[in-house]
C-alpha cells in the first residue's frame, strides 16, 4: 500500500491524466494504445495509488539511455523491476512484486510511475524514442517491469513461479500479476491457472483488464473465453468481477478472501472511458488519430 493515503477523487484525477498523457503521446507520434489506456487508467493508478505494497523506487526518475540487448553490466541495478521496489541484491520479501504481462500497456505503466512519483514526468518525453528505455512494448530493463513478456501469456507462468517460491520459502509479499482479456486465449494461461491452484498459490493475486478486445477484433468474436468467472472456479481458484472503472470496487474486490486459493479481480472496463471520441473507431487494438480529427482531438485533449 502507498505511503500517502490517497482518497477516491485524487486516484481518478491521476487516471485522468494517465490517460491524458498518453493522448498526448499519440497526438504527437500519430498512435499509441490509447484504447488500453482509457481501459486500464483507473485500475492501474488504484493499483500504484492504493493497494500494491511495494517498497521505495531505486530506478534513475529520468529516462535512461538503452543501447540495446544484452545490457552493459552497468545497467542491472535499473531493471524495471528496480522502479516497483524490488531490490535484486537485497530484496524485502514482506513487499509485494508487481508483473505486467500486458506489455503494449507499457505508456499506463510509465504514466502510473509518474503518478506515483517513482519518475518524473520529463520521462514521458522519450517514450518509443529509439536509444531509450522508455519503449512502447515494455521489457525488463523498462520502468515497471519485472520481465520480458515475450508471447502474450508467459508472464503468468512466472509470477505465479515467483509465487510459489515465495510459499515455499515462506515469504510474506504477495505477487500480483496484470493481464488483458485478449491474452487469456492463450492456452499457456490455462496451463498456470491450473498448477497455480494445484499449489494452492493464495499469494497470487492477477487482475485482468477486461475492456472486450483483441488485436483481431471483439475477443466475443475471436475466441469467447466467457463464462470467465464461472470458468476460473472450476479451475479452483477464486475470481470476483466487478467494474474497472469504479475505485471502490477494486479496492473491495483486492479484500477478497481466498484461502488456499489463487485470485482473480476481472475488471470489466471500456475501451473509451474517458475519451469518447474513440468510440466509433473501436474495435481498435491500436488507434491512430486520424488526419482529418486531429484538431477535434486536440481540443479535447486541451479540455482534459
Not at 534513475?60 to 541495478?77: C, H, I, Q, R, W
Not at 520459502?169 to 491474452?183: A, F
Not at 475470481?239 to 476481472?266: Q, R, Y
Request: contains cysteine; proline residues 6%.
Amino acid at each position: 500500500m502507498a505511503d500517502k493515503v490517497y482518497t477516491n477523487e485524487e486516484i481518478l484525477k491521476a487516471a485522468t491524466k494517465i490517460r491524458k498523457s498518453i493522448l498526448g503521446i499519440a497526438l504527437r507520434i500519430g498512435g499509441c494504445y490509447l484504447a488500453q489506456a482509457c481501459s486500464s487508467a483507473d485500475l492501474v493508478a488504484t493499483l500504484y495509488l492504493r493497494i500494491l505494497n511495494l517498497g521505495p523506487s531505486l530506478g534513475n526518475k529520468e529516462a535512461l539511455p538503452f543501447p540495446g540487448v544484452p545490457s552493459p553490466t552497468n545497467m542491472d541495478y535499473q531493471k524495471g523491476s528496480t522502479y516497483n521496489g524490488y531490490n535484486p541484491k537485497n530484496p524485502d520479501y514482506s513487499k509485494d512484486r508487481f508483473f505486467v504481462s500486458c506489455c503494449h500497456y507499457a505508456s499506463v505503466i510509465y504514466c502510473a510511475l509518474v503518478e506515483a512519483g517513482r519518475i518524473d514526468a520529463s520521462a514521458i518525453e522519450k517514450f518509443n524514442v529509439d536509444g531509450w528505455n522508455m519503449e512502447m512494448i515494455g521489457a525488463e530493463h523498462s520502468p515497471g517491469f519485472e520481465n520480458t513478456a515475450g508471447s502474450l501469456g508467459q508472464t503468468i507462468s512466472i509470477a505465479a513461479g515467483t509465487a510459489h517460491a515465495y510459499k515455499m520459502k515462506g515469504h510474506t509479499g504477495n505477487i500480483v500479476c496484470m493481464l488483458s482479456d485478449g491474452e487469456i486465449e492463450e492456452g499457456q494461461d490455462w496451463e498456470c491457472f491450473q498448477a497455480a491452484s494445484f499449489y494452492k498459490l493464495e499469494n497470487l493475486i492477477v487482475y485482468v483488464d477486461k475492456n472486450g478486445q483483441q488485436v483481431e477484433g471483439y475477443t466475443k468474436d475471436v475466441m469467447p473465453t466467457e463464462p470467465l468467472v464461472e470458468r476460473m472456479h472450476a479451475f479452483g481458484w477464486e475470481c470476483v468481477e466487478v467494474d474497472g472503472h469504479n475505485i471502490d470496487a477494486i479496492t473491495e474486490a483486492s479484500k477478497t478472501p481466498h484461502k488456499g486459493k489463487p485470485l482473480m479481480i476481472i475488471c470489466d472496463t471500456c475501451p473509451w472511458q474517458g475519451i469518447p471520441l474513440l468510440k466509433p473507431m473501436m474495435p481498435k487494438h491500436y488507434p491512430r488519430i486520424p488526419k482529418e480529427q486531429k484538431e477535434e482531438f486536440q481540443k479535447f485533449y486541451e479540455s482534459m
